[in-house]
């Protein structure tokens, strides 16, 4: 260091950025001369800046935005969908094994009087194996999102009627997982998620409507038969066999009607919890246009412009 320097604290420095002369022209008596306004700007070629031409995305898509929750009556369409479209699929599964155990049931009748071919046979395991292992994981799939949709409805239900369900979410879960048990518990449960869905009064009783007490009085009568079928496959003989195979194609019918009910169900439901103004979303397309002016084509084309 200089020994001029020593000793001395350093001096403080102020930088003060100003544009060169010359820059802003200027008119007379100081001030920017306002250009006359030549219209909106016009591009050479389309311009490659603006917003991403995509679908609507909920905000937990873009870098540090904080994450949206729907609302619980958003949630009850969402997810009605997606168990909706299990239930069909369930509902298809199940005739398509109730024909196998027909078809099984014809040979059964048809080996009483001559021997059968291994090939037919070999055809006719596989689909009702293939039949009967489709159906139950569809099914878990579709039992799973049906009681996910129930635990939404019942928070949408507790939203429009302005109070809480009669039994906590514990309650809930258990009821509707417990074998046997369920059976009792997911028709009390249809009947207060309606009560609550038509608006009654939370001290009044729940009543089953007509749909719920036949989608109640078909889940009961499956499950029974159900377990009853299983138990029947343990006995023994060619006639309990045949009995096993006329009781499985039962059970398939029933499973069927019921995710067939189970859909008619949710539907209403849905419609009670989160209705939708047809009139208002009703689709729109531009079919014709009319005395519109014909856009003002250029003496000249720019390079990449399409007029």
């Not at 306002?34 to 995509?54: D, E, N």
């Not at 036949?214 to 060619?238: K, S």
């Amino acid at each position: 260091m200089h020994p001029h320097y020593q000793g001395r604290p350093p001096a403080r420095m102020t930088w003060v950025a100003t544009p060169p002369p010359g820059a802003y022209p200027r008119g007379r008596g100081g001030q920017r001369r306002r250009r006359p306004y030549a219209g909106p700007p016009a591009y050479p070629t389309p311009p490659r800046w603006g917003f991403p031409s995509v679908a609507w995305r909920w905000p937990t898509s873009v870098p540090g935005a904080r994450p949206e929750v729907p609302a619980a009556v958003d949630r009850v369409r969402y997810i009605a969908k997606h168990a909706v479209a299990m239930l069909w699929l369930l509902a298809g599964l199940a005739v398509v094994a109730a024909g196998s155990e027909i078809w099984r049931y014809v040979l059964l009748l048809r080996s009483r009087y001559g021997a059968l071919s291994s090939g037919v046979v070999a055809t006719s395991d596989t689909f009702v194996y293939a039949g009967a292992i489709l159906a139950l994981a569809v099914g878990a799939l579709a039992v799973a999102l049906t009681i996910w949709w129930l635990y939404v409805a019942r928070l949408a239900a507790a939203e429009v009627a302005g109070y809480q369900p009669g039994r906590t979410d514990k309650q809930f879960f258990w009821g509707m997982l417990i074998p046997g048990i369920n059976l009792v518990v997911a028709g009390s449960v249809f009947a207060e998620l309606e009560h609550a869905a038509e608006r009654r009064d939370p001290d009044d009783r729940p009543k089953p409507g007509k749909l719920v007490k036949w989608w109640w009085g078909l889940w009961v009568a499956d499950g029974l038969l159900m377990a009853f079928t299983i138990a029947w496959r343990f006995r023994g003989g060619v006639q309990a066999q045949a009995d096993g195979v006329v009781l499985a194609t039962v059970t398939d019918l029933l499973g069927a009607a019921v995710a067939v009910l189970t859909i008619l169900l949710i539907r209403r439901l849905v419609k009670l919890l989160a209705p939708i103004d047809a009139a208002a979303l009703r689709p729109m397309r531009v079919v014709k246009v009319t005395d519109a002016p014909p856009p003002e084509l250029r003496a000249t084309r720019a390079f990449g412009s399409t007029r």
